[in-house]
């Protein structure tokens, strides 16, 4: 009797205590998650329509192209620099595939990724040896690439629609720019956590001194990740293109910072070191949402550009203040 009773004293002593740390554990770990889940439940309840078939379609159509962008962005952010050509490179893209697409499809396919890569390697060489800071080099291919996609054409180039029919399966919500968007980040979530690869990406973006000292080819590294920020740029416009059936010169204005925001957002640190992909991508999917809450609400598009540059003000404003706090942690 005397055991029974010492046992019914202690659980309620235990329980509170380990419930409460139970409950702050799984919102530290899962805090983006809560974030989605209050954003889900706040929309639905603003509008009828936001749970609806086409609508959640509609969402992960659009975040599709971003979400790419931003696997690109993520990758140079995380190892401490900043890419602001994406957006342009994926213009650029699609309007070489639009155009030389009739010709042939595989043609227009390579073309476009390779001007992406090349761009990219021209980042990574100007940043890396020509010791050109990251957002002016970036700055300077995006006006190269942005140049050159009103070069080729100064209107939207479309496509007929038997000639992108292979991009134009889905399986019920998922259309083909999506499964293509889960399917890249499930591979860099992988190359991030499991090779050698994705952990020197992490020491760069922590300190990249040290990194150097511990033999990892900075340099290297740093032109391969511009390289993969090209390529991934070139794949969102091909992604684009299959979403609107066109190439569009001028599309794309200002993704640059929203790729920024959105995986900000996630809780990428903003100079580097720290991140997690598949967060940043719910990142992604939250900052598409709040343009489509917008969108429902029939909020005029000039006060959505207002809250989009809220939003990115006030989400690089908590990574800055997170960043100090780290830093300070560590002093």
Not at 4 to 18: G, N, W, Y
Not at 48 to 65: C, H, M, R, Y
Not at 166 to 191: N, R
């Amino acid at each position: 009797m005397s055991e029974i009773r010492a046992v019914q004293e202690l659980k309620p002593a235990m329980s509170p205590a380990f419930s409460a740390s139970s409950v702050r554990s799984l919102f530290a770990d899962n805090d983006i998650v809560v974030v989605l889940l209050i954003f889900v439940a706040f929309a639905s309840l603003a509008s009828p329509i936001f749970l609806t078939e086409g609508n959640l379609k509609n969402i992960l159509n659009q975040a599709s192209v971003l979400g790419i962008l931003a696997c690109a962005q993520f990758l140079v952010v995380l190892i401490g620099g900043f890419d602001l050509s994406v957006a342009a490179i994926m213009a650029l893209s699609s309007v070489i595939l639009a155009t030389l697409a009739p010709a042939s499809s595989l043609m227009a396919i390579l073309a476009a990724i390779g001007t992406g890569t090349l761009l990219g390697l021209l980042n990574g060489l100007a940043i890396t040896f020509g010791k050109v800071p990251p957002m002016i080099a970036t700055l300077g291919v995006m006006g190269i690439a942005r140049g050159l996609a009103f070069v080729i054409t100064d209107k939207s180039v479309s496509l007929p629609r038997a000639a992108l029919a292979p991009a134009k399966f889905s399986i019920w919500i998922f259309s083909a720019p999506v499964i293509v968007w889960a399917l890249l980040v499930l591979v860099l979530a992988w190359v991030l956590s499991r090779t050698r690869f994705g952990r020197n990406l992490y020491a760069i973006g922590g300190n990249e001194r040290s990194a150097r000292l511990a033999g990892v080819p900075v340099r290297g590294y740093k032109v391969t990740v511009y390289v993969l920020s090209g390529v991934l740029s070139g794949l969102a416009g091909l992604a684009l293109v299959a979403r609107t059936s066109s190439g569009i010169p001028h599309v794309g204005s200002g993704w640059e910072l929203d790729s920024i925001a959105a995986i900000v957002i996630g809780g990428v640190r903003l100079f580097g070191g720290e991140g997690n992909i598949l967060k940043a991508m719910i990142g992604v999917v939250i900052y598409q949402m709040i343009a489509n809450i917008m969108n429902l609400a029939g909020l005029d598009p000039f006060y959505q550009d207002i809250v989009k540059a809220a939003v990115i003000v006030v989400v690089v404003s908590v990574s800055v203040a997170r960043t100090r706090r780290f830093r300070k942690g560590w002093s």
